[in-house]
């Protein structure tokens, strides 16, 4: 597999995770770099872990894996937005319930969620005979790049649009969750 394939495999990998870090940085419009790293670090570890774990694993559940992955990735999504969303309506506006958003219970699944298909990824470059620690290293790189550009401009706009923008990432995240299943549904 040539560099350009996986760069357009990490990029695409990568479109979940990014959405997501657009969320969080509206969630943390006061703490823009702080969440600019937070969210390329988890996105690109679980980027990078998950396509691991599904390279190991194809020979063994690869199918049983890929089958159910949709459904866990809905789930985790629609819980992560359903929370921002709750959370938004149930605090006021001079309480900083924001805080919260970048706490490893908030980012885990949030992380796994976004990077369920980075797992079905493995299982695909166990098959093509993929360079592991060069598809793991354009992976890392090209999350982490998306993510933190993903967070900064997430927070950007939520310095300016408040509570609508943390509404708004909630309902992002649970169209994201509808959207794998309907793509695993219709295939």
């Given at each position: 597999m040539h560099i350009i394939d996986l760069l357009m495999i990490a990029a695409a990998l990568s479109a979940d995770a990014f959405a997501a870090s657009v969320c969080k940085g509206i969630a943390c419009n006061k703490q823009r770099?702080?969440?600019?790293?937070?969210c390329a670090l988890y996105f690109s570890v679980f980027q990078c872990i998950m396509p691991l774990l599904g390279y190991m694993?194809?020979?063994r559940i690869g199918a049983a894996l890929s089958a159910v992955s949709p459904y866990i990735a809905f789930v985790l999504l629609t819980l992560v937005g359903v929370g921002m969303i709750r959370n938004e309506q149930?605090?006021?506006p001079s309480s900083d319930h924001r805080s919260g958003a970048l706490s490893f219970s908030s980012m885990l699944p949030l992380?796994?969620?976004t990077s369920i298909d980075a797992l079905a990824a493995g299982v695909s470059f166990a098959l093509l005979h993929v360079?592991?620690?060069s598809a793991l290293l354009i992976i890392a790189v090209t999350t982490f790049a998306l993510c933190s550009s993903g967070a900064a401009f997430g927070s950007l706009i939520g310095s300016r649009l408040q509570s609508a923008a943390q509404t708004a990432g909630g309902c992002i995240l649970i169209l994201m969750?509808?959207?794998i299943l309907l793509s695993h549904l219709l295939a």
């Open positions: 770099f702080r969440a600019a790293f937070a694993l194809s020979i149930s605090s006021s992380a796994v969620a360079h592991m620690p969750g509808f959207r």
